[in-house]
């Protein structure tokens, strides 16, 4: 069976009444309360989007991510009370597509889901205007089968990331403002600059020939990023005259 969310959360009066409401709004919702039920829960259904808790009774919701993100693309939202930011930096890096922290306000909640379900029926649906493929030589990514080469050699990033990287290639050479990304990629104001910081940061390990000193994508201080080709066709061109 195929259901828009599932909740993974060993609390389950919170677990409970979450999923009750997102099924009085017409948001198919299931709830399971441990690592084993979740991947039992694999076996037989699919989500469209996982809510994940890293406290679990028999294990980390960080292990349950990496195990997932072995096999599905599926975005995930941690929701957990751990409120450090170590906690949030690893949860981002080993594939979750955001962090909201516990206590949260159901309706709060339910418009983020509502967004992401949404964005990622927009990429199921291969809603994009877009060109096909990018591809400078080095750097290759196909829009349609939303794939990345470098030198030939895949690299995997979220799908969020994807979606990320897309939009700022077909916006290159230009300012992209935050406010512009959480607009047209996230599509919520809920998103905090830090989660935004840690996808580039990702982005930028799979693009970048040195992700430490970032050629393509650039940070614009305060204001955002920007995709630059110039840069790197300038840095052609200086070779050549070398030769």
Not at 147 to 169: C, D, M, P, Q, R
Request: glycine share 4%; proline share 2%.
């Amino acid at each position: 069976m195929r259901y828009d969310c599932l909740i993974i959360d060993d609390e389950k009066v919170l677990a409970d009444n979450t999923c009750e409401y997102f099924n009085m709004f017409d948001i198919k919702t299931k709830t399971v309360y441990s690592m084993d039920e979740a991947l039992q829960f694999f076996t037989e259904n699919t989500a469209s989007l996982i809510l994940l808790d890293i406290n679990l009774g028999d294990g980390s919701g960080f292990d349950l991510c990496k195990h997932i993100r072995q096999t599905l693309n599926t975005p995930i939202l941690f929701i957990s009370a751990r409120n450090t930011d170590d906690d949030k930096i690893i949860a981002l890096n080993i594939g979750g597509d955001d962090y909201i922290e516990k206590p949260y306000s159901l309706g709060v909640l339910l418009a983020k889901v509502r967004v992401v379900l949404k964005r990622y029926k927009t990429e199921d649906g291969n809603d994009t205007s877009a060109e096909e493929t990018y591809d400078d030589g080095r750097l290759k990514v196909d829009m349609v089968n939303k794939t990345i080469e470098v030198n030939g050699k895949i690299k995997k990033v979220t799908s969020l990331e994807f979606t990320l990287l897309a939009y700022l290639i077909a916006n290159r050479n230009r300012l992209v403002t935050k406010t512009e990304l959480f607009d047209n990629v996230w599509k919520d104001k809920f998103t905090s600059d830090g989660t935004l910081n840690v996808h580039i940061r990702k982005i930028r390990e799979a693009v970048e020939e040195d992700p430490a000193a970032p050629i393509l994508i650039q940070t614009v201080w305060k204001e955002g990023y920007k995709f630059c080709t110039d840069i790197r066709k300038s840095d052609s061109a200086e070779q050549g005259d070398a030769k």
